[in-house]
């Protein structure tokens, strides 16, 4: 059962994915982003890690496309004064960089490189301690610089958002 629902979750997540690179209309864009997140909720919960899939759903589904969507809003983006193919010489190489984009993806998945190692933090260990508990633990001591990075840059983040659109005024 979990095998198939893997596969249909995946298989939306994958499609999303794609309408969100191929469609040109950037709320409609944004929508198709929050359906891939959501596919990738599910997917962390089929792994058993509850925690993951519920700040991938209120932090990135929730908060930052609410974000998004805001900026689009306020941007005012006109779709129809686009020229249709501003730069087609960027075709080319960008469908090159695909394709050598696709084989380098292709290459690590076949290579060992995925497996990961085997450490302290076993199945075991992280049933007994509690998995949001032992997420906190590493992520205010082991990983606290870039946690802080992280912050400061979406501060960053807004600070610009908000100079763009005092801007605009």
Partial sequence: MEAYLFYIVATIAVITGVYLIFERNPVFSALFL???MVCIAVLYILLEAQFIAAVQI???AGAIMVL???VIMLLNL???EESKNA???QRIPA???GIVLFAAICMII???LLQGKHGEYTTAYVNSVGNTKLIGNLL???YLLPFEITSILLFVAAIGAIMLAKRKL
């Fill in 110 to 112: 076949k290579s060992k």
């Fill in 68 to 70: 998004f969507l805001f």
């Fill in 58 to 60: 209120i932090v990135y």
């Fill in 34 to 36: 929050i359906q891939t």
């Fill in 87 to 89: 730069l087609p010489f």
């Fill in 140 to 142: 205010f001591t082991d």
């Fill in 78 to 80: 006109n779709i129809k």
């Fill in 95 to 97: 469908v090159v960089m």
